[in-house]
T-cell receptor, first 117, second 115 residues
Framework: AQSVTQPDIHITVSEGASLELRCNYSYGATPYLFWYVQSPGQGLQLLLKYFSGDTLVQGIKGFEAEFKRSQSSFNLRKPSVHWSDAAEYFCAVGAEAYYFGNEKLTFGTGTRLTIIP | GAVVSQHPSRVICKSGTSVKIECRSLDFQATTMFWYRQFPKQSLMLMAT?????????EQGVEKDKFLINHASLTLSTLTVTSAHPEDSSFYIC???????????FGEGSWLTVV
């Protein structure tokens, strides 16, 4: 069965500092990987996704993530955070068939990001 | 750990019928649950926010009479797609926020196919 682990429940960084949010997955075949962000009172917003090809994926809001098959990881990074980045971040994994309408999507438990001035 | 169970994981129904999808928090009380839908190859879209004991808050463009949400207890929210049509075929996923508002857990989704 597929699973996702986000080891950090809560991370605090200073505004302007770099950020890395960890995501490890377990899946037997090629995974489809996603990062979502949820701001308070709002729904999920897709930051980026990885299906195949270049393992470094660029997303919205200056985020990027790198797929490392050998480490079963898909960590999210941003070189310089802004106060508006404070939110809950979720990593998710799906089977290839998921994106075409057949399989389930598994989310991690999320990492809450706090930004301090 | 906390688990959110969503049932059924796949359902096929005939056009014009109604189908109910359940979202249960198995070992915690969820005061708030969220319902999303996703069409193949697109992103999740929030449909509504469901608070226990009160009416759900629907996002703009989501028909509340079409997608009935009931959150009758602290462990169960249901989404009923009424008079389903093929265009309602989609992936529906719920998430539940624990009582302290500290953590959100996701179900694994339900694929609805209307034929």
């Amino acid at each position: 069965a597929q699973s996702v682990t986000q080891p950090d429940i809560h991370i605090t960084v200073s505004e302007g500092a770099s950020l890395e949010l960890r995501c490890n997955y377990s899946y037997g075949a090629t995974p489809y990987l996603f990062w979502y962000v949820q701001s308070p009172g709002q729904g999920l917003q897709l930051l980026l996704k990885y299906f195949s090809g270049d393992t470094l994926v660029q997303g919205i809001k200056g985020f990027e993530a790198e797929f490392k098959r050998s480490q079963s990881s898909f960590n999210l990074r941003k070189p310089s955070v802004h106060w508006s980045d404070a939110a809950e971040y979720f990593c998710a994994v799906g089977a290839e068939a998921y994106y075409f309408g057949n399989e389930k999507l598994t989310f991690g438990t999320g990492t809450r990001l706090t930004i301090i001035p | 750990g906390a688990v959110v169970s969503q049932h059924p994981s796949r359902v096929i129904c005939k056009s014009g019928t109604s189908v109910k999808i359940e979202c249960r928090s198995l070992d915690f009380q969820a005061t708030t649950m969220f319902w999303y839908r996703q069409f193949p190859k697109q992103s999740l879209m929030l449909m509504a926010t469901s608070n226990e004991g009160s009416k759900a808050t629907y996002e703009q463009g989501v028909e509340k009479d079409k997608f009935l949400i009931n959150h009758a207890s602290l462990t169960l929210s249901t989404l009923t797609v009424t008079s389903a049509h093929p265009e309602d075929s989609s992936f529906y996923i719920c998430s539940a926020m624990d009582r302290g508002g500290n953590t959100i857990y996701f179900g694994e989704g339900s694929w609805l196919t209307v034929v």
